[in-house]
């Protein structure tokens, strides 16, 4: 899994990918955070990171995505994928080497945003007159989130050799599961069907964490959907090397 890992974030960082990622993120994110007058922080008035972490989840939905396409898409064109299931590599240690250097990868474009924090703490009236229980909460959820989208992106990049495919794959997946669920949910009044999708909205696992208290529940459930996907990986290149 170690080899895979390396090699893939060797690619990340030995092309343009990584550091056109970073800065498609960042400056989105910055526009949004300190410039846009609907959304940006010193009109806003308050130290608060509340725009950020609202948007940010929807860049992230298609940025994922775009950096995850290629990692088994990829492979699968060039010949490289067979290659590989011929090494005596596991197809466990493949999929979790793919999808752990795709998270890191995803981490590092965040890290930066912690500037950001620093930022609003100085700004505050008084100085540090903000909520760091829920800034904490929120970019527990943010990783957590990331996570779960590179887990669906990688399942899609392992369905067929078309990058674009894998690309709106990817999108689909997790635009419905972070806001379709939730939509789906008000269909149903207030019924149990309607509590299920509400549960199920990733959306709302991202905002209950944002309040500051992190609940194991919500990590365990957004744990699980990355296990889900990088299981339905799994059975794919399992399906592959027959």
């Known amino acids: 899994m170690l080899a895979v890992f390396n ?13 056109i990622v970073m800065a498609v993120f960042l400056t989105a994110i910055g526009l949004i955070v300190w410039v846009f007058p609907d959304s940006n922080i010193l009109d806003y008035g308050y130290a608060d990171l509340g725009s950020f972490f609202s948007l940010a989840p929807y860049v992230l939905i298609f940025l994922i995505p775009a950096i995850t396409m290629r990692s088994l898409a ?10 590989l299931l011929t090494k005596p590599l596991r197809n466990a240690e493949l999929v979790l080497g793919k999808f752990l ?3 890191v990868l995803v981490l590092v474009t965040i890290l930066p945003t912690l500037v950001y924090y620093y ?5 505050g009236n008084p100085e540090g007159n903000v909520d760091s229980a829920s ?4 970019y527990i959820g943010l990783l957590l989130f990331s996570g779960v989208v590179v887990s669906m992106g990688i399942w899609s990049s392992s369905l067929n050799e078309n990058q674009i495919v894998a690309f709106i794959l990817g999108v689909f997946l997790a ?14 009044g207030a019924g149990p069907i309607s509590q299920f999708f509400s549960w199920a909205a990733l959306n709302g696992q991202y905002q209950s964490l944002g309040k500051g208290v992190v609940d194991s529940r919500n990590v ?4 699980s959907i990355m296990s889900l996907f990088i ?12």
Do not use: D, H, P, Q
Request: hydrophobic content about 50%; cysteine-free; charged content about 15%.
């Open 220 to 223: 365990i459930y957004l744990f």
């Open 175 to 188: 635009f419905v599961w972070y806001i379709g669920f939730g939509a789906v949910a008000t269909l149903f």
């Open 7 to 19: 090699k893939e974030i060797g690619s990340f960082f030995n092309s343009l990918i990584a550091y």
């Open 74 to 83: 990829e492979e699968a064109r060039s010949g490289t994928l067979e290659l």
């Open 101 to 103: 250097a795709n998270w």
């Open 119 to 123: 930022s609003v703490y100085k700004l």
């Open 231 to 242: 299981f339905l990986t799994f059975l794919r290149i399992e399906n592959l090397r027959k």
């Open 135 to 138: 800034v904490f909460g929120s």
